[in-house]
């Protein structure tokens, strides 16, 4: 077997492997995307889709049916996901997801349905799915991913036993970048609560400079760094700063960092002169914002305009 697990997913695969003992028709699996709940699935789906797993449920990664999955066309296996050029998962892809489903088994005791990002369902999705998790066909298995249980259907959520991935130690999760060759990466790990796998989206140039302007908020320095980021969408730029502010308040109340604990020295300057109701209201913006990041707006002018605003909640 090729093992395609990472070093922190040694008691989750454990955990799913004792489950195919007694299977549950729709499991959902819980987790940060930053702690590879894919990769662990897949895993999953192929020691279930195996025609000779060993003795502990490990897949064997030589049979017909490994072989299928790894080419990615094996016929019990639909993955059910967003669309190229769709923004939610639609009504009309779990349709298909239904006709799969309309055919009993090829290879094995199983059909499986692997629902990734199942938050991105829509109204009109998820009750289209919540009437097939309802009458299941007795062979069909249902894996549900999703980083925001709370956008889910409770009703589709009741329907799954759950599970909620592990989060790796700190010296594990070090371990693993140790070889990355990741710039700040104790920093992006912090800032991704311990989940190694992410993805830093702005060059080493761009963080430094977004640093000085949250720091020393100015004119000057806000204009450096909207010039540099290239009109690009703003969703990281935006998730960084609601960070920066949550750490803001927090610091200012307990004195406490959760992400930004590098940079304590800056906010022992801002949090005397921060302005609590103009930061809540900054916060709430830019939680809206969030939902319109991808929209084909002058990104570059959008920025500006929130990091004046943020320049003036130290303003009395």
Known sequence: ???????????????????????????????????????????????????????????????????????????DYYCLSVEEDEKAITISSVRATTEFLAVSTHLGHHKVVLVEDANLLNINSSNALLKILEEPPSYAVFILLSDNVGKLLPT????????????????????????????????????????????VEITEEQFDLLIKVLSKPSVDKIYDFTNSIENKNNAIIFEFIIKWLSDLISYKLTGVLKYFTAYEDAFIDLAPKENTSKTFYLQDKLNFLLEWASHPLNHKLQLENILFQYQQVFVK
């Open 156 to 199: 589709i959520v009741s329907r799954c036993q759950k599970y909620k991935l592990s989060v790796p130690d700190i010296s594990v999760a070090k371990a693993y970048l140790a070889d990355k060759n990741i710039a700040n990466s104790e920093f992006w790990l912090t800032y991704n609560n311990n989940c190694p796998l992410f993805n």
């Open 1 to 75: 077997m090729i093992d395609k697990r990472y070093p922190w997913q040694i008691d989750d695969y454990r955990y799913l492997l004792k489950l195919k003992g007694r299977l549950p028709q729709a499991l959902l699996i819980d987790g940060a995307k930053g702690l590879g709940g894919i990769n662990l699935a897949n895993t999953f789906i192929q020691s279930l889709l195996c025609e000779n797993p060993d003795l502990n449920g490990n897949y064997c990664g030589l049979c017909n049916s490994c072989s299928l999955y790894s080419l990615n066309s094996h016929p």
